[in-house]
């Protein structure tokens, strides 16, 4: 299974944010969408990413306030990006070793979509449960066996 699996049944529905929005902008959409990342684009590229993390560290940086404090002081200027072709299983490896819940997907410098840890455990649980239900019906209809599934 790949990311373009998991962008397919999730939309292409982005939020996006500036380097120069203040954070508090960039908190209200996240709040508003119910959302826990934001991609950060400048000239029509990708810039960074701006999770709750980054929002968090920025409101404790500044005793507990997010103040005029600009987007790009707070984003992750070098997020963790994976490709529509990465498969599920890289994915998982990447997003564990380096605790990132929000990965954008890039096909060279153009943004496809982003994906969160979420969606990948989504996903794996949806595989999990067909590859399970398959399972039970070969058992069920084993050959050779009677009406109780037994052999």
């Given at each position: 299974?790949?990311?373009?699996?998991?962008?397919?049944?999730?939309?292409?529905?982005?939020?996006?944010?500036?380097?120069?929005?203040?954070?508090a902008?960039?908190?209200?959409?996240?709040?508003?969408?119910?959302?826990?990342?934001?991609?950060?684009?400048?000239?029509?590229?990708?810039?960074?990413?701006?999770?709750?993390?980054?929002?968090?560290?920025?409101?404790?940086?500044?005793?507990?306030?997010?103040?005029?404090?600009?987007?790009?002081?707070?984003?992750?200027?070098?997020?963790?990006?994976?490709?529509?072709?990465?498969?599920?299983?890289?994915?998982?490896?990447?997003?564990?070793?380096?605790?990132?819940?929000y990965?954008?997907?890039?096909?060279?410098?153009?943004?496809m979509?982003?994906?969160?840890?979420?969606?990948?455990?989504?996903?794996?649980?949806?595989?999990?449960?067909?590859?399970?239900?398959?399972?039970?019906a070969?058992?069920?209809?084993?050959?050779?066996?009677?009406?109780s599934?037994?052999?």
């Open positions: 299974m790949k990311v373009s699996d998991i962008l397919r049944v999730k939309g292409n529905t982005l939020y996006t944010v500036t380097p120069d929005d203040p954070v902008v960039a908190v209200q959409i996240m709040a508003e969408k119910d959302i826990g990342s934001l991609v950060v684009m400048e000239h029509g590229e990708m810039a960074g990413m701006l999770t709750f993390r980054e929002v968090i560290l920025t409101v404790v940086k500044n005793g507990g306030a997010l103040g005029s404090t600009l987007v790009r002081t707070s984003m992750d200027d070098h997020p963790l990006t994976c490709t529509s072709e990465t498969e599920l299983d890289e994915v998982r490896r990447m997003m564990l070793d380096r605790h990132a819940r990965l954008p997907v890039m096909d060279r410098k153009m943004l979509g982003v994906i969160s840890f979420y969606d990948v455990a989504k996903t794996v649980v949806e595989s999990q449960n067909f590859e399970n239900k398959m399972l039970k070969y058992i069920r209809d084993w050959p050779g066996g009677d009406e599934g037994e052999a």
